[in-house]
């Protein structure tokens, strides 16, 4: 069998023969043909940088994620439905590079999943920031309105403070410095004194610097304590910080 005649035959075995995945004889019989012809040995260095792409430790070619990106944004091609024809069996030497492509189609897959989950978790931490952002500026807006109830919570054993605006329709903004961060499974709440009760206004977080919240009634004042990381709906707990509004 000459050069020409051997060529489809070698073809199919570059995939596996760049990943070692053949025997002796059929390495020998490659190697021999790679000397004389170099469509093949360019085609076997191409799968080798792609294997190495993907291998633990590997930096993407350039060339892989343009690829990638261009088959993603091509609309798909129509779809078109062949006649029924009996399929022609295939060698069995050929499921080693079947196997490869699997492979290699798995690891990028697998890659891009990865990129966009880091890239969801940005978007999420900067949202976040953005949302905390806004509560900041509308927290200074209504420390100073003059038509805004204010209080300073302290407490004598601690330099944390915070302060508190409370608006005419209820609507109240905290902001808080120096508390101390606690344990994942406590956080802080606050309470709204009405009455000569604690009534829940939300809880704050294991270190809040701000914050918004909603009560209604005759609001007497306001305290923080700390609770378990869920809240609770009544606390007997001493307050971290509190605070009186002046009377009138």
């Known amino acids: ?16 023969y760049a990943l070692d995945a053949i025997d002796a004889d059929e390495r020998q019989l490659i190697e021999r043909h790679l000397r004389h012809c170099a469509a093949c040995e360019a085609e076997v260095r191409e799968h080798r940088e792609v294997a190495a792409a993907f291998a633990p430790g590997g930096a993407t070619p350039d060339a892989v994620w343009d690829a990638i990106v ?88 601690t330099p944390a403070a915070a302060r508190v605006a409370l608006l005419p329709d209820g609507r109240g903004y905290l902001l808080a410095d120096g508390l101390a961060s606690l344990a994942t499974d406590r956080t802080y709440q606050l309470w709204a004194l009405i009455d000569g009760e604690r009534i829940s ?21 306001f305290a923080i304590t700390e609770e378990q990381a869920s809240g609770v709906v009544a606390s007997k707990n001493l307050p971290v910080l509190v605070g009186w509004f002046r009377s009138a």
């Open 201 to 221: 206004a939300g809880t704050l977080g294991q270190q809040p610097k701000v914050a918004a919240f909603s009560v209604s009634g005759p609001v007497a004042g």
């Open 1 to 16: 069998m000459n050069y020409q005649q051997r060529h489809p035959e070698i073809e199919e075995l570059l995939g596996a």
């Open 70 to 157: 261009e088959a993603l944004e091509e609309a798909p091609p129509p779809l078109e439905l062949a006649p029924v024809a009996p399929l022609a069996r295939r060698r069995p030497r050929s499921m080693p590079v079947l196997a490869v492509l699997t492979a290699v189609a798995a690891a990028a897959a697998a890659v891009l999943g990865v990129r966009l989950m880091d890239q969801e978790r940005r978007l999420d931490r900067m949202q976040t920031a953005m949302a905390e952002d806004n509560v900041q500026r509308a927290a200074v807006v209504a420390l100073a309105n003059p038509t805004a109830k204010t209080v300073e919570l302290r407490a004598a054993d």
